[in-house]
């Protein structure tokens, strides 16, 4: 177990990193920390912890998973006082002990259910850890923390050592992951379209000042040609989240137009592998086609494409060099089936469901590339096959491949 300090003002510029294993933490590793664990919905996550906090002044026990090999999870708690905030946790292989605990979450759905089922307990020992390290480190004037660090420190400890108000501060954090968790479902389209466009120009500000001052700055440390790249990454990130948003705004069940016209689906199929194969093969991944029967069916031939290209997308993304995917389009009795089988790493049983929500990889979700998910494609799919009353189904075991259909209705015969 770690603990960390850190204490920046209400725009989010730190001045203070502190460390109980390395003292002060060098500020490109924290630039590194941060690009980590705020994947899209840890930053709502964590914008939802910062308001209890301006309303509240301290707030304690707010749990996030982080996709990081040395520990699976950190505990965060914060507190505010004249402008200033210092936010403190620790890492935790495991939650420990009991400690305090919630009643169970009966929640269900959505995008996060198990992190509210994980949000209810907080280990007595972890508290006490962190608790003993603000009292050490923060505490310690004499290591040249300020008075109002020091006080700040102070607060955090008081409710970290009091159950009952570990239990409240628990509460509202199961209150804003239910909301979280209800989100998607929640969104107006129009709202999404004009909110992701819209930002994707001080995003785009953003981005050209990093590059410009990577390109053109050759006094730059290392540290500091670090934090930039950093937020470039991260800049390409929340890019891809907006793109997300769009897109499946644009595939909300009912609120969408299909225009359909006769079409020969295997046609269609046989020209998205043919493109798709190229632009694999810069990943070193192989897409062939197998079969492609001559079947005509009635749909909108934009979103068909859509759906069978972000299959043929989800493979490249998420399996290694050397995977091989084949696709086939069959009638199975009367039913048209579109298939996309690869031989790359499988998926957990337990993750199965939550491919298809809205958004459900973005917590800590990391492609085969390195980058984060927007965990939109297979929703996308989803919602294309079900608006022609079809359905989407999976195949797939840890290490041995996955396979997926989507499965459309035929037309009935005519009489």
């Known amino acids: 177990m770690s603990c960390f300090a850190i204490g920046c003002d209400v725009g989010g510029r730190i001045n203070t990193v502190l460390h ?73 292989a495991s939650n420990g002990d009991a400690g305090v605990r919630l009643p169970r979450q009966a929640m269900q759905g959505g995008i996060l259910p198990e992190r509210i089922d994980q949000a209810v ?20 004037r004499s290591a040249g923390n300020s008075a109002l660090q020091t006080k700040l420190a102070g607060r955090i400890v008081a409710r970290l050592t009091d159950d009952s108000t570990v239990l409240a501060d628990m509460a509202l954090q199961v209150e804003a992951l239910q909301r979280l968790n209800a989100m998607p479902q ?8 004009m909110a992701a466009h819209d930002l994707r120009n001080p995003l785009l500000v953003v981005s050209m000042n990093c590059s410009y001052l990577l390109d053109q700055n050759r006094t730059l440390s290392a540290s500091e040609r670090g934090l930039l790249s950093d937020s470039l990454e991260m800049c390409d990130h929340i890019g891809r989240f907006l793109d997300g948003m769009r ?6 069940v009912g609120r969408f137009d ?19 194969a190229i632009s694999a093969r810069h990943s070193q991944i192989t897409i ?39 696709v086939s389009v069959e009638q199975r009795g009367r039913d048209a089936v579109i298939a996309v089988a690869d031989d790359g790493p499988g ?12 958004f459900g990889k973005l917590h800590n979700h990391v492609t085969r590339t390195g980058g984060y998910g927007a965990g939109v494609g297979l929703a996308i799919v989803r919602r294309v096959t079900e608006a022609y009353g079809g359905r989407v189904e999976v195949e797939s075991e840890p290490g041995q491949g996955a396979r997926f259909e989507m499965i459309l209705p035929l037309p009935p015969p005519r009489r």
């Not at 897109?247 to 909300?252: D, N, R, V, W």
């Not at 749909?299 to 091989?324: F, I, M, Q, R």
């Not at 998926?347 to 929500?357: N, S, V, Y």
Request: with cysteine; aromatic share 6%; hydrophobic share 45%.
């Open 20 to 92: 109980d294993d390395a003292g002060v933490v060098p500020a490109d590793a924290v630039g590194r920390m941060a690009s980590v664990l705020f994947a899209p919905t840890a930053v709502m996550h964590f914008y939802d912890m910062l308001v209890e906090v301006e309303e509240r002044g301290v707030l304690c026990g707010w749990r996030f998973t982080v996709a990081l090999a040395e520990a699976a999870v950190y505990w965060l708690s914060a507190a505010r006082d004249q402008g200033s905030i210092l936010i403190a946790g620790h890492s935790e």
């Open 347 to 358: 998926i957990d049983p337990a993750a199965r469901e939550k491919l298809f929500h809205p």
């Open 247 to 252: 897109s499946l705004s644009g595939f909300s």
């Open 121 to 140: 307990g907080y280990s007595s020992r972890g508290r006490h850890h962190l608790a003993a390290f603000l009292r050490r480190v923060v505490g310690d």
């Open 258 to 276: 299909l225009v359909k016209q006769a079409t020969e689906v295997g046609g269609v199929v046989r020209q998205l592998v043919a493109r798709s």
């Open 288 to 326: 062939g086609l197998d079969r492609a029967d001559s079947i005509q069916l009635s749909v909108d031939d934009n979103k068909l494409s859509c759906a069978v290209v972000e299959l043929l997308n989800n493979v490249v993304k998420h399996c290694p060099p050397g995977t091989t995917a084949r």
């Open 186 to 193: 929640q969104l107006d389209n129009e709202l999404v379209r």
